[in-house]
Structures are given as structure tokens and as C-alpha cells.
């Protein structure tokens, strides 16, 4: 009896003390954002951090990252797409880089709705290479199927919705709450050094609790049926994205590009930039 007493008192303690620890982190501000490149874009749910590459005048590409890498991540890839004559958008996903953590669940809605507010704020319109990584490519997908009209072509890099290897402790934390957010802190703050920001590690948890769940294969079916070209990059070794999602993306979409890099992990973005430059160069040749 006495435990049952006291399992309400340890859970409150635990939400306690991961509140507290995340209000000790540093906060988001002017301060962080001192040396930041780029420009910033006040949004309806706060600032959102991005930046111009390549030429002022040419086809826009828009690079999404992905769960935990904020838009620094696509140095390589956007270096080589502004070579190839791309004017390249490359932002942070709220919670990530620098932009600002607003509350809320971090689902679809919420990740579509800054991604067109931002288009709007940078008068993009219509013409658009979309460029996702990861859970990035889920959020290409999605703004595609919900506006085809906006979008030309789409460049996945092991897209997350079609399929994913669960890493045990993240499953753990992202369905038990309290104890999960405390866990998740806890050792998500040890692993990232991204987490000595207040609001990271929560963003991080609140997608692995909302965008990462959805199933994106009827947007691939949409992308399929209005006939958008499609692109996707897959890690030979990746641990994250199972190598099934190709089988998947094909039965789905059978005019979709695929092409599987041998010994690249879900890190391929920054390991083989090269090799993903030579497919996108074949691809737009070939499209």
C-alpha cells in the first residue's frame, strides 16, 4: 500500500526535476543568436532561422533536415546545389538551430504550417525543388501532396514514413509520459550538444511523438498520381531507415528514382555528399 502511496509522489518528483533541469538550460535568445548567419523570419509562432545559398537569380531548392540536425547539417548537400545553379532555402525547424521553440504538439500541422509561412515570407510561389532528409522528407511529402501545384520535384534523402527501426530507449520514452520526457532528457542531454538549449530536447521528443508516427505513404500516392518526379537516396547501412522502405516506395510509386549508397548510415547527408550530387545530377538530367 505504501508504494502505491508513493508512486504518485516519485512521478511528480521526476516531472519536477526534468522541468527544472530544462529551465536551466540556456535559452534562445539574442545572445545565442549572435553570430548567426543568415537572416531570420518573424512567423506567426516565433522567428524561424534561415539562409540564401548559390546565385540570386535561378530554380529554388528547399532543404528540410531532419529530427535532430538543424539546417547546418546541409553545408555539403546545399554547397553542391548552388554549384549546379540552385538558389538554395535551408531553414531550422522550430526547436532546432536557432529558431524559436514554441509549444504545441510538433505534428503536421505544425511543421506545414512554418514551412509555407515561410515561403510566403521569401515570395516563393510555385516551382519548387523540395529537399528532405529524414524526418524532413516526411514533411517534403506532405507539403507536396497538400500543394502539387507548388512543387516540380522532390530529392528524398532516407525519408522517414515508410517504414523505421525503433531504438528501444527512444521508443520507450516517446510512448510513457513523465517518465519518458525525464529519461529523454536525461540522457538525450548527454548525447546532443544541442540539448544546452532550453526547449531542444522537448521539440525532439514531441516529434518522435507526432510527425515521426504518421504513415506517409498516402501522400506518396498522391506525389505518385499527380505525377511530381521523385528522387530518393538510401543508406546501405542505415540503422534508422530500413532498406524494406525502397521496396515500399516502389510499390507505391513506381516512377520514383531510387538509388542505394553501399555503406552509408542515416548520416549520408554529410558522409557522401558526392554521391548524393552525382544521383540529383543524373536525375535532372534524365526528368
Not at 500543394?147 to 520507450?172: N, Q, S, W, Y
Amino acid at each position: 500500500m505504501n508504494w502505491l502511496l508513493l508512486l504518485p509522489l516519485a512521478i511528480l518528483a521526476l516531472w519536477a526535476a526534468s522541468a527544472l533541469a530544462e529551465r536551466r538550460r540556456r535559452p534562445m535568445d539574442d545572445t545565442a543568436r549572435a553570430d548567426a548567419p543568415g537572416q531570420f523570419a518573424r512567423l506567426a509562432s516565433g522567428l524561424t532561422h534561415y539562409r540564401w545559398d548559390g546565385p540570386t537569380r535561378g530554380p529554388v531548392a528547399v532543404c528540410i533536415h531532419g529530427l535532430t540536425t538543424g539546417s547546418q547539417g546541409w553545408d555539403p548537400v546545399a554547397g553542391n546545389l548552388a554549384m549546379m545553379g540552385f538558389r538554395v532555402l535551408r531553414y531550422d525547424l522550430y526547436g532546432r538551430g536557432l529558431s524559436d521553440r514554441p509549444g504545441g504538439d510538433q505534428d503536421r500541422a505544425f511543421f506545414l504550417t512554418q514551412l509555407r509561412e515561410l515561403l510566403a515570407d521569401q515570395g516563393l510561389r510555385d516551382g519548387l525543388m523540395l529537399v528532405g532528409y529524414s524526418m524532413g522528407g516526411s514533411i517534403a511529402a506532405a507539403f507536396a501532396a497538400e500543394a502539387p501545384e507548388k512543387v516540380d520535384r522532390i530529392i528524398l534523402l532516407a525519408p522517414a514514413g515508410l517504414g523505421h527501426t525503433p531504438d528501444r530507449g527512444a521508443e520507450f520514452c516517446r510512448r510513457v509520459p513523465v517518465l519518458g520526457d525525464w529519461l529523454f532528457r536525461l540522457f538525450g542531454a548527454r548525447q546532443v550538444a544541442e540539448a544546452r538549449f532550453r526547449g531542444y530536447l522537448p521539440a525532439v521528443l514531441s516529434s518522435r511523438r507526432h510527425m515521426l508516427t504518421e504513415d506517409m505513404a498516402p501522400e506518396h500516392r498522391i506525389i505518385a498520381q499527380q505525377g511530381i518526379p521523385v528522387l530518393a537516396v538510401w543508406g546501405e547501412k542505415d540503422a534508422a531507415i530500413p532498406l524494406t522502405a525502397v521496396g515500399r516506395l516502389a510499390q507505391i510509386n513506381p516512377a520514383a528514382w531510387q538509388v542505394e549508397l553501399p555503406g552509408a548510415t542515416h548520416a549520408l547527408p554529410v558522409t557522401h555528399p558526392g554521391e548524393i550530387h552525382a544521383a540529383v545530377q543524373e536525375f535532372l538530367r534524365e526528368i
